[in-house]
């Protein structure tokens, strides 16, 4: 079945130590995203990618980065910069140029500093 | 820029009551309309979308229609059960003629409903 995988489910991480979030598609989809969400905030776009080796920052990019250097791998690093990582983190995939083409999203993982 | 508003949670409803989810949009042109529903510890699944104004997207007893002149997208559904409780999310795209690529969605915040029995 095509979809989106992120993994892992649950991730802990000790204050300074960087941590990468996984996030592959089959779905065939040029353009990927990152969002995070807090409570009462909805979510909010980390970083997005259009095309292979191509990525744009988003709204909340300080303290993330990311690679793409396959059309079904979309990687984020939390990096020590990111002074409150404890959120939820949702990957979508979308066709980028198509307006009636929604985007689809994984089931995410939830990062826990401890 | 673009933004989408919606009403606060959570709703509370006992089963079979009327539900209305109110969202309202600032867009530049004619963007798109979703509705996305997100159950606990889960990602966002598509519930319904709409892409020009007028068009009614519906699913699962859920209707929403796209209203130009009211900038708006209120979802409804007739009858909720409980295994409607969820966390609702409006959200646009814009139109790519505007933006060349209209890849990115603006959400709202989310309203949270709660049905009872």
């Known amino acids: 079945d095509g979809g989106i995988t992120q993994s892992p489910k649950y991730l802990f991480r000790k204050e300074g130590q960087n941590v990468t979030l996984s996030c592959e598609q089959n779905l065939n989809h040029d353009a990927m995203y990152w969002y995070r969400q807090d409570p009462g905030q909805g979510l909010r776009l980390i970083y997005y990618s259009q095309i292979v080796n191509d990525f744009q920052k988003g709204d909340i990019a300080e303290g993330y980065s990311v690679s793409r250097e396959k059309k079904e791998s979309f990687p984020l690093t939390v990096t020590s910069a990111q002074k409150n990582p404890t959120a939820f983190y949702l990957c979508?995939?979308?066709?980028?140029?198509?307006?009636?083409?929604?985007?689809?999203f994984g089931q995410g993982t939830r990062l826990t500093v401890v | 820029g673009n933004s989408v508003t919606q009403m606060e949670g959570p709703v509370t409803l006992s089963e079979e009551a009327f539900l209305t989810i109110n969202c309202t949009y600032t867009a530049t042109g004619y963007p798109s309309l979703f509705w996305y529903v997100q159950y606990p510890g889960e990602g966002l699944q598509l519930l319904l979308k709409?892409?020009?104004?007028?068009d009614k997207g519906s699913n699962k007893g859920f209707e929403a229609t796209y209203r130009k002149e009211t900038t708006s997208f209120h979802l409804e559904k007739g009858s909720v059960q409980v295994s409607d409780s969820a966390v609702y999310f409006c959200?646009?795209?814009?139109?790519?003629?505007?933006?060349?690529?209209?890849?990115?969605?603006?959400f709202g915040t989310g309203t949270r409903l709660q049905v009872t029995l």
């Open positions: 709409a892409t020009k104004a007028d």
């Open positions: 979508a995939s979308s066709t980028p140029g198509h307006r009636n083409t929604e985007a689809f």
């Open positions: 959200a646009l795209r814009p139109n790519p003629i505007n933006t060349g690529t209209a890849s990115k969605l603006t």
